[in-house]
């Protein structure tokens, strides 16, 4: 019986020895304030500008290594606390784009939608809601990262 108790306690100092110490992580991304996306976006340096949107929420203009986009809040109470985010990308097209081009785009797209103005520029959209507690920032890298993709495909999509 003793040799069972030293046999268990080897197997549970052998398996703490190789389980991988977790670094400490950084803060999850929140919409809370403008900040917690300008400290993610330094911390993978990544170029942007922040200002405010015509109501005073804050909006980011984003350079993602050569792909430009906007970052506008949503569900803000005087212009903080907010709850979501929403990338954003226009273009202006010369002769503008079918509607039924455009339709085929959101049909075979699950996380982006986009649009067409009445001046015929199309725009693409998509909406990130953060909550109160964010998302992590490794997994809010791989949003920002689909997202940039998408925009890839769609100005392909468009003949941008």
Known sequence: ???????????????????????????????????????????EDISYTLEADDVGDPKFSIDYYGIEFKVFYYGCRDNVDCDAIQFYSGYDLN????????????????FSRAYISDEGSVWIEHDVLLGQHGLHPDDFAQTIGAWAGVLKEFEEFIGW
């Open 95 to 110: 002769g503008g784009m079918r509607l039924s081009k455009i339709n085929t785009w959101n049909t075979e797209n699950r």
């Open 1 to 43: 019986m003793k040799n069972g108790f030293s046999l268990l306690g080897a197997v549970a100092a052998l398996s703490l020895m190789l389980t991988p110490a977790v670094a400490e992580e950084g803060e999850n991304v929140t919409a809370l304030t403008a900040d917690s996306l300008a400290q993610f976006l330094d911390a």
